[in-house]
């Protein structure tokens, strides 16, 4: 009896060890990501309680099982169609898309259909949320923190984190709140004028000690420091 370890639909997910039922997976197809230089090797497993898992290996290392849903359509082809399509937008954010190699299961137009089904329904989302812009994405921009569309939904954001770190910024439209879970700051617009203000007088503290320093130690200011100091007041 083939079932699943849970009952949870989705990708990104721990959908338990693959060691006891490799053999139960059926071969689907090569892609490959040419950015990342990756070769993906893709199975899937129709189980008894209904679910449909596709399973990975990446560069010919272990059996992982990457997404799982429930059998939604009677045909098969349909239900290998939708799991890997939802696999593909989940792991956009970081792979980008994958390119196609070999399949037995799937034609290479079939698979860039799919492709091209995400990229249309994406620029939508971009189109829908392009017009509809608040006054949060305004401040952003005049911050220079490069808002812009995720693509994900009509109200979906990311712009630059302002603590200056190399990660997103993520914000929604919808209410204008934004978040930055590396950061573990939250709010709307006020809070983040009120955080754009924080980082400023820290920035402004390390300033002021650097040209104090530079004063007591050379009796006088560097030409960035001078920059700074000229332009700040
Ligand atoms: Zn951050």
Known sequence: MKT????????????????NIAHEFIYLMDNSDLDWGTE???FYRITDDNYIQLAHRLNGGELKISAQFRLRFKNLKENIIFIVKENIEAHLPYEGFPVFEKSTVITEKEFNSIIQTIRDERNLMIEQAIAFQTPLIDYLREKNLNPRPSGNNPYS??????????HFLMIVTKTDNWGCGYCRRVGKLPELQAWLKEIKIKEDQKRLSKMLRELKENGGLSKETTKWWLKRY
Request: proline share 3%; glycine share 14%; hydrophobic share 35%.
């Open 4 to 19: 699943v370890f849970t009952k949870k639909e989705g990708v990104w997910m721990n959908f338990g060890d693959t060691k």
């Open 40 to 42: 993906f090797k893709y």
């Open 157 to 166: 954001w990311v712009a630059k984190c302002p603590c200056g770190g190399n």
